[in-house]
């Protein structure tokens, strides 16, 4: 198992103050911070199981169609490669931090796909085990959250099925800079995709979705 990685720069978020953003206000805020200067993105996902509803590759997984959902991931080619080449345009760098669970959740084989699409195309991610970083959870989960440079920072809220649910905005300087601090301990230790990947994900039967 590799190194466990401490970093608990994360705890001050539950005490940190966020203004609620349902869904499509969250979109918008979103966009027009993204093209404010930023210079960066930063996300770091936890979650190991999400709906995704509206996506086809999505659909076609949870309805049990693993070979269409391989061959529906590659819809999105398009669609990311314009997503980066804006962010290139404007001069901000994404990257981002998957932590990983084992067993592989159904989820989350389906989702390293996608990524996967993303890495190719220019997407900075990297994953990490779970089990490293058991000091950093013990009071919590590392957050879900999307920072964008030291503007503003999103916690994203799922609702009880999974489904996304909007976000809270933090914009305390101090708190985006402990976050991104944090991020950064992850994501310097965390496994680069593609060797990862070929490892855990490749030779993986299809995976059953869970209802």
């Known amino acids: 198992m590799p190194e466990p990685v401490t970093c608990p720069l994360f705890a001050p978020l539950p005490r940190g103050t966020a203004a609620r953003l349902a869904r499509p206000a969250y979109h918008q805020d979103f966009s027009r911070v993204f093209r404010s200067g930023i210079g960066f993105l930063n996300k770091l996902e936890r979650g190991q199981e999400f709906k995704e509803r509206g996506f086809p590759s999505w659909e076609a997984f949870a309805a049990g169609r693993w070979a269409e959902a391989l ?23 994404q990257r981002r931090v998957r932590v990983m669970e084992f067993p592989v959740t159904p989820y ?21 085990d779970a089990r490293t970083i058991t000091e950093t959870e013990r009071e919590r989960q590392v957050p879900e959250v999307v920072v964008l440079g030291d503007a503003a920072m999103y ?28 991020f950064d301990a992850l ?25």
């Open 71 to 93: 061959r529906l991931v590659e819809e999105k080619r398009n669609v990311y490669r314009e997503q980066f080449a804006e962010a290139d345009r404007i001069g901000v760098l």
């Open 155 to 182: 916690e994203v809220i799922y609702d009880a099925d999974g489904n996304a649910d909007g976000a809270r905005r933090y914009d305390d300087p101090a708190l985006i800079a402990t976050t991104n601090a944090g």
């Open 108 to 128: 989350v084989q389906w989702e390293l796909h996608v990524l996967r699409l993303r890495v190719e195309l220019g997407d900075h991610i990297r994953l990490i």
């Open 187 to 211: 994501y310097e230790r965390g496994e680069a995709f593609e060797a990862f990947f070929e490892r855990e994900i490749a030779g993986l039967p299809a995976p059953a979705p869970r209802s």
